[in-house]
């Protein structure tokens, strides 16, 4: 039986699939595949790495501009990962290797976008920064990993936060944010405490706080999800005695 955090994301993602059925419908009559737009997701996410990169070697440590349009092609991007799923259902072209290959990709899409952001904060010199979103990639895989090796042994395994729509949101919604606010107040400004000498947050912020909230709770995600799947494959094991 869904929990009541279950049955809130579904309810979302029922209200987004009426939103986005006329895309699909015209997707399906332009002859994409669910595989071809698993591949748009995976290119489109290359193009982050590429703005990130580019942030990284042209732009200055004050110029945030690339991270916002950086989380603005992630938030476009992460709609593929809706529309391939959509795609094979309205369009009944759902094949097990279809399954597969989007979980395959979506992991390399994941992969490679917190390529771009480490390579970024690396290059500025946002070193714990750069630590943290490594962590955040770590504990993303491990979320993703947990489910499908549960789900292989016959156990059911999908609560918990920060599951790939909400870690897709969180890195694109503060992007964007940052870029935004550093166009208003300046990719440097800073807020000192009075007494202290050093600043305590400054505009970069608004995207690596996030990140390093996200390096907390898909870790925890990824263990509570082990310790739930130990739970339920113990009881099966003593099932069969």
Same mark, same amino acid.
């Given at each position: 039986m869904p929990n009541k955090e279950q049955s809130i994301r579904v309810q979302l993602q029922q209200g987004i699939y009426i939103i986005i059925d006329p895309l699909v419908r015209l997707l399906i009559k332009l002859g994409l595949t669910p595989n071809m737009v698993t591949v748009i997701g995976l290119l489109l996410n290359i193009g982050v790495t590429v703005i990130f990169i580019q942030g990284a070697e042209i732009g200055n440590r004050g110029d945030l501009s690339y991270v916002g349009w950086a989380g603005a092609l992630v938030l476009f991007a992460g709609l593929f990962d809706m529309l391939d799923g959509q795609v094979a259902r309205i369009g009944k072209m759902s094949s097990s290797f279809g399954a597969l290959f989007d979980s395959v990709l979506d992991r390399y899409s994941e992969l490679v976008l917190?390529?771009?952001?480490?390579?970024?904060l690396v290059a500025h010199h946002y070193f714990f920064s750069s630590l943290f979103a490594f962590v955040s990639m770590i504990g993303s895989m491990m979320v993703s990993y947990t489910r499908a090796r549960a789900e292989g042994l016959g156990i059911e395994c999908k609560d918990g936060l920060m599951q790939r729509p909400e870690r897709v949101i969180t890195i694109a919604v503060s992007a964007i944010a940052c870029g935004v606010t550093a166009h208003y107040i300046g990719g $440097? #400004?800073?807020?000192f405490i009075p007494g202290i000498k050093f600043h305590v947050l400054e505009t970069m912020s608004i995207f690596t706080i996030p990140l390093t909230l996200m390096a907390v709770?898909?870790?925890?995600?990824?263990?509570?999800?082990?310790? $739930?799947? %130990?739970?339920?494959? $113990?009881? %099966? $094991?003593? #099932?069969? %005695?």
């Open positions: 917190f390529l771009g952001i480490c390579y970024y $440097d #400004s800073k807020l709770l898909t870790n925890y995600t990824a263990i509570k999800r082990l310790m $739930d799947a %130990k739970k339920a494959l $113990d009881a %099966k $094991d003593r #099932s069969k %005695k």
